[in-house]
């Protein structure tokens, strides 16, 4: 039997479940110096992402992106900007836990950009299965949802903040 994944994303699907809830999240596109892009592989679907997650209250969005991406991979890092704000009312996450849906959720992203200043890389087993840095050209390699795609192209952008 397979174990079921406990995270499923759609994006512009018709058969995607309505949305209950919305939730604030940040994202962030780390740089190293050569370019390349940190991405972590996710526990909850198996894809390639970019750091991030929701933001817990008494934190500001950048104290987010630093705590998420520590908390995923080990790294310390400096916020340099912002990518955008990613609201697309196309993409849907729904989320299980013991095999029953535990939240449908229509996100609001803010993803920033940064580049690190410390820590050491490393997996940590309940956030991500794997962390890499990833050369650009590299990333069609990478199944990575289109949502989040979206995300890093325009962080690899230098160009005004995405707003959508």
């Keep these: ?17 309505k949305p209950t809830t919305r939730q604030p999240s940040v994202s962030v596109v780390v740089r190293n110096d050569d370019g390349a892009i940190l991405l972590i592989q996710r526990t909850d679907n198996r894809r390639w992402a970019i750091p991030g997650g929701k933001l817990d209250l008494g934190e500001n969005v950048p104290q987010a992106g ?15 900007g912002m990518v955008g704000v990613f ?13 029953k849906v535990k939240e ?14 410390g ?4 997996a940590k087993p309940d956030e991500a299965s794997e962390v890499r840095w990833v050369n650009p050209v590299d990333l069609a390699q ?3 949802h289109p949502a989040i795609r979206l995300r890093i192209d325009h962080g690899l952008n230098d160009v005004a903040p995405y707003i959508g």
């Design 1 to 17: 039997m397979t174990k079921r994944k406990a995270r499923d994303d759609y994006y512009h699907d018709p058969k995607a479940p």
């Design 119 to 122: 820590g050491k890389l490393s």
């Design 104 to 117: 449908v959720r229509q996100p609001c992203n803010i993803c920033l950009h940064a580049r690190p200043i």
């Design 87 to 99: 609201s697309d009312p196309g993409h849907i996450i729904v989320y299980r836990k013991g095999g």
């Design 142 to 144: 990478y199944d990575i």
């Design 66 to 80: 630093v705590r998420e991406v520590k908390e995923e991979t080990g790294l310390d890092i400096e916020i340099t």
